[in-house]
């Protein structure tokens, strides 16, 4: 290790460093929580400045890379751990959780993905990926005296480690035949079989096999989806809707750096499998979400349909185009926001311990906190789909992409165009209990704290801003996407 | 100067922000944002304006666009937000700044009574967003954008008084018919899109001639439908009139001066698309033409004030088309500019009128009002002057100008009625002031004693329209054929005139120049006298009594006249037999047809879908193991197809 190589990760160890800060922060003035979070936050915006401005380059002997797609990945990280902060005092202080703990344990996750997102070796792809899962188990359980919690943070511990264990098999098949772990010299001696025109060896097959479900999995695809649901109900909202997006996100910084970096050459072969899952993804999420009656359960179920959203720019990338790429940069930056959001309003409502995320609690909403109606209409619409808002346009670029991949992609593009219109279905629904159904609980409306509404205003203006002025995103997205191919 | 062009727009969204989120606490202060900000757009534009019209640098000749950003960039569909300026928006600017900083202001005395100030000026503020963009834009989508805007404040605007049912349904009239032109700007929006794979204004304009010609007929024919029902031309004539329900400012700003220009502007703007396709221009003439004598004859008869303003507003509208259609595209943006100073001053002076008499809007119960009010006297009767076409006003010149251009591009069919309709109109704008300002007052006596001037804030607005009504026709139009206006507006319309082989003829004051000047003079006073003689007369040095007994001897004798226009040619009869009985049967049917078939198809696959929903629902058992089983079976069926891809 030398000083090149810690200035060339010098976002990641920055990141490492806050999370120790806190912790001692938090050891030295313990219940000073102000302190705690702004301590949080100003060190995320430095994390965010070093990522924007990292010089490009490696380190660690070529394992660790700094391109523009980390930076992109790792201001994505931020944004949305620094806006899973802002959401969650509110909620914790009401069920007397700490919040110093919260952050400490959100930013060591984020430093998993940030290392996923800089990883240009196998290795070091799964050391980012546990080190990002692991904190998420115990996020899950953060409310430990709430059974519901642990039960699902168990299910989620358990079945998470299974399939890490199959994605550990699958990067062993893959060293065993390519000989290296480093992502350039796999991919060097994978395009040699590919440009040979031979089969693939059962090995290699089996490889592939198992890193798809492994990464199935932690982007919660269909079939391998069945943790989200007990997992997300389960855990604190706040913390939903952290999984929802951070650990989705975070796995796919591993299906770019792993598929397109180092499968690259195989792409062929797993283009109809990503389009498979693609499909079932989207439908059955939205098949399931049709039918809760619970916003938080239903939410759940959505972000699985997104993942398949996500998955048609992978694919349509394999199909041939690039913009399937950029598509799904934009398309993950415009989920965090809106998915945040939305969830942000479900943690604001249940300010109060006891109340529940069923469909009634947002009964008259838009009459009794008009702001929060307005802003829940503005996330759910653009999760809907519906322009000028950020979800319209990334669901539009991705279609788009595939359309013009052709082929397969053009089938899975009409699969997702449908779907797109059965979420409206779920997501309106919300709105209308929201402006047209009578208020079911009386009282005043709980006072929602300045960090809650700061956040919230960010999130919805990134929305609407991503929306109107896709321009400056698009260029980034764009040089990423080239960065990485 | 071309930096602060994006100032022009902003500012009017900036108020209208402001106003919508904090109006309501600033009770009667709630207008200084608005209206200081219009002000403001008002002075940028003029400096634009200026620099434009003077060929300054980054201007010259041809204009030029500030590029704002990419608003959707899609692959090969981008739409970028571009602004861009030339003589023809500058024209538009002089218009639709002056006249809505003007109504601005008058409103804040006309309004200052109503509960709703607030969200008044709001909306108006976004009208003059909206309507700034339309003229700025230089992108098909971008305009069709600010087209449904104003169309949406029309509609805000003319509902403003929502608890009225009238203003409500008439609202709900505006928009509706509105539509219907607008889905034809849409499809050609899209035809235009298709076949040149760009929507930029220049561009299309450049490259219209490598298409087809009936592809480009068809493109013409949609952007008109969009024209036609913006600038309410027959047959979507019926809308404009019935938006007299909403406040008299916007029926002066939006209703008169500017949004219902929008069509005249499209069909300007895109000259040289209609240029390439003289059958649909043919098909202009005869809209534009048949719009103007059908408007005239019904605002013979009608009584209530504002209608009559209505009705005269649609027949001017008719003359412009006519003008375009024609190919005399300077002369219909020359009348647009004119009729919009005149019309918003008749507007204006109408609204004092109608609050001098206590929200009286019928003629018959009025009379006399010169003596009360001599300020809206006076500013009307210059108005009225203006648009009967007596020289020097404004009016004359340019509607001269369309009638010499209409005879001598061999249209002399649209000549003949253009003057026909030149005297009708003469003769009903002096019957409306005769009815209303001059003999004796018909309404009750104790609204007579309390009868009073408006206050400086209405009159001034009224005596600063009265001044260009007065000169503009001179200032810029003159010589005729060759004025100010004539040289920034030809090297636009250049391109345009030349396809049509429409050449520059010298203007001959001897020769068929002047005759055709002192016929159209002649038949405006014709015009005017019969109405002189007939409804009265009170100027000075010339007095006559008004002779209601011979106006209805007149109408005994030609009754069938008389009622076509008192009913308004049963148009909005016809209307209601087709659409509202005859399509309410189909409607039903489709409404039946939708409910049992439709509807049941669709619930059918609903309920399947919950269903098979709730069946996957069941997979989610809650026991671990059995989710680690799911798990090892997906596994072994991904491996599996693998296996099979590989052994390909």
């Known amino acids: 290790m030398t000083w090149q190589d810690l200035s060339t990760a010098a976002p990641l160890v920055a990141a490492i460093l806050l999370a120790i800060t806190v912790l001692i922060v938090d050891l030295i003035w313990p219940g000073r929580k102000a302190l705690s979070i702004t301590t949080a936050l100003v060190g995320l915006a430095i994390v965010a400045a070093l990522s924007a401005t990292a010089t490009p380059g490696t380190a660690f002997g070529g394992a660790y890379t700094q391109d523009a797609l980390t930076s992109f990945l790792n201001v994505l990280f931020v944004a949305l751990v620094a806006l899973t902060i802002m959401f969650a005092p509110d909620y914790l202080e009401s069920r007397d959780l700490p919040i110093a703990e919260f952050s400490v344990v959100l930013i060591f996750a984020m430093t998993g993905a940030m290392l996923i997102a800089a990883s240009a070796d196998l290795l070091l792809m799964f050391l980012g990926l546990e080190l990002m899962v692991l904190p998420g188990y115990m996020l899950a359980a953060f409310a430990k005296r709430d059974a519901l919690s642990t039960e699902g943070a168990i299910k989620y511990f358990l079945l998470g480690s299974f399939s890490s264990a199959i994605f550990l098999f699958g990067l062993a098949f893959t060293w065993g035949l390519a000989g290296s772990t480093r992502v350039a010299d796999v991919a060097a001696h994978l395009s040699e079989i590919a440009a040979g025109g031979a089969a693939l060896s059962p090995g290699l097959a089996m490889g592939l096999a198992f890193m798809t479900t492994g990464v199935a999995f932690k982007i919660a695809a269909v079939p391998f989806h069945y943790w989200t649901p007990d997992a997300y109900q389960g855990s604190p909202t706040p913390v939903t809707g952290y999984l929802s997006v951070g650990p989705k996100i975070g796995a796919f910084a591993l299906v770019l750096r792993l598929f397109v970096g180092a499968l690259d050459p195989l792409k062929a072969d797993w283009e109809i499998v990503v389009i498979v899952l693609a499909a079932l993804t989207m439908t059955l999420g939205n098949l399931v979400a049709l039918t809760q009656s619970n916003v938080k359960r239903m939410l759940a179920y959505s972000s699985i349909a997104h993942t398949g959203y996500i998955l048609v720019g992978l694919a349509a990338y394999a199909g041939g185009r690039i913009e399937g790429l950029e598509g799904l940069l934009y398309y993950g930056a415009a989920y965090t926001f809106m998915n945040l959001g939305a969830f942000a309003v479900v943690a604001a409502l249940q300010r109060r311990p006891g109340v529940t995320s069923h469909l009634d609690t947002f009964a008259g909403l838009g009459r009794r906190e008009p702001v929060l109606g307005i802003l829940m209409t503005l996330f759910l619409l653009s999760l809907t789909g519906i322009p000028p808002f950020a979800g319209f346009f990334a669901k539009a670029y991705v279609i788009l992409a595939a359309v013009q991949a052709g082929g397969a992609n053009t089938i899975l593009a009409v699969i997702a165009v449908l779907n797109a219109a059965a979420a409206a279905f779920y997501y309106l629904r919300v709105v209308v209990y929201m402006f047209m159904r009578e208020p079911t609980t009386e009282g005043a409306p709980p006072r929602h704290g300045n960090l809650v509404w700061a956040g919230l205003w960010a999130a919805s203006f990134l929305t609407i801003a991503i929306g109107l002025f896709p321009g400056p995103l698009l260029e980034v997205v764009n040089q990423a996407a080239r960065a990485l191919t | ?648």
């Open chain 2, 1 to 648: 100067m071309l930096e602060l062009v994006p100032l022009i727009p902003a500012l009017p969204i900036a108020g209208f922000a402001i106003t919508a989120l904090i109006g309501r606490r600033l009770g009667k202060r709630a207008s200084v944002i608005p209206v200081l900000a219009v002000i403001a757009a008002w002075a940028i534009s003029m400096a634009v304006v200026y620099a434009v019209l003077t060929h300054q640098e980054p201007f010259g000749e041809a204009g030029a666009t500030i590029a704002l950003w990419q608003w959707i960039p899609a692959g090969a569909f981008h739409v970028d937000i571009a602004f861009h300026v030339d003589a023809l928006t500058a024209a538009l600017l002089i218009v639709v700044t002056t006249i809505g900083m003007l109504v601005h202001i008058y409103s804040i005395g006309y309004m200052s009574h109503d509960p709703g100030y607030w969200r008044f000026f709001a909306y108006l503020n976004l009208f003059m967003f909206s309507m700034l963009l339309l003229v700025l834009a230089d992108n098909f989508l971008v305009v069709f954008v600010a087209w449904e805007l104003v169309g949406l404040c029309s509609y805000l605007l003319i509902g403003f008084w929502y608890r009225r049912r009238s203003a409500a349904l008439a609202a709900k009239k505006a928009f509706i018919v509105n539509r219907v032109g607008d889905v034809g700007f849409a499809l050609g929006i899209m035809l235009i899109w298709s076949q040149l794979g760009t929507l930029n204004i220049g561009e299309v304009i450049e490259r219209i001639g490598e298409l087809d010609s009936v592809v480009v007929s068809l493109i013409a024919l949609l952007i008109f439908a969009g024209a036609v029902g913006k600038s309410a031309q027959f047959p979507l004539h019926v809308w404009l009139p019935d938006a007299m329900e909403g406040p008299t400012p916007v029926s002066a700003l939006i209703h008169a001066a500017t949004m219902v220009n929008a069509g005249v502007y499209l069909v300007a703007r895109t000259g040289a698309i209609f240029a390439h396709a003289p059958e649909v221009m043919v098909v202009v003439v005869a809209v534009g033409i048949f719009t103007a004598i059908l408007a005239a004859s019904i605002a013979f008869t009608q009584t209530d004030i504002k209608r009559v303003l209505a009705y005269s507003t649609l027949s001017q509208l008719g003359y412009m088309f006519a003008a375009l259609g024609v190919g005399a595209y300077t002369a219909a943006i020359f009348h647009l500019m004119t009729h919009g100073f005149f019309k918003g001053l008749l507007f204006l002076g109408s609204g004092s009128v109608i609050h001098a008499v206590h929200e009286e809007q019928d003629m018959r119960r009025m009379g006399g009002l010169a003596k009360k009010i001599p300020i809206t006297y006076a500013t009307m009767a210059i108005g009225a002057i203006a648009i009967s076409g007596i020289p020097p006003l404004a009016g004359f010149f340019s509607k001269d100008e369309i009638l010499a251009e209409s005879f001598k591009n061999g249209f002399l069919w649209v000549w003949a009625i253009g003057l026909l309709v030149a005297g009708m109109t003469a003769f009903y704008m002096f019957r409306l002031i005769g009815l209303t300002f001059w003999g004796g007052f018909r309404g009750p006596r104790e609204i007579w004693d309390r009868v009073h001037e408006s206050p400086a804030v209405m009159t001034i607005p009224l005596i600063l329209l009265a001044i260009p009504s007065l000169f503009i026709g001179l200032a810029i139009g003159f010589p005729p054929e060759n004025g100010l206006l004539h040289g920034w507006l030809e090297p636009i319309f250049h391109e345009a005139r030349e396809l049509l082989h429409l050449e520059h003829h010298e203007y001959q004051v001897f020769g068929i120049d002047g005759a055709l000047l002192v016929a159209s003079v002649a038949i405006a006073v014709i015009g005017i006298v019969i109405a002189l003689r007939l409804f009265g007369v009170e100027f000075p040095g010339l007095r006559g009594q008004a002779r209601p007994e011979a106006v209805q001897r007149l109408s005994a004798r030609l009754p069938f006249p008389y009622r076509a226009s008192l009913n308004k040619w049963w148009f909005d009869e016809l209307y209601d037999l087709l659409f509202i009985r005859i399509g309410g049967r189909i409607a039903a049917f489709l409404w039946w047809f939708d409910r049992v078939v439709v509807d049941g198809t669709v619930n059918g696959v609903g309920v399947l879908t919950t269903d098979a929903g709730r069946g996957l629902r069941r997979v989610q058992t809650g026991r671990v193991q059995n989710y680690a089983l799911g798990i090892a079976i997906g596994l072994i069926v991904m491996a599996g197809s693998y296996l099979v891809i590989a052994g390909r």
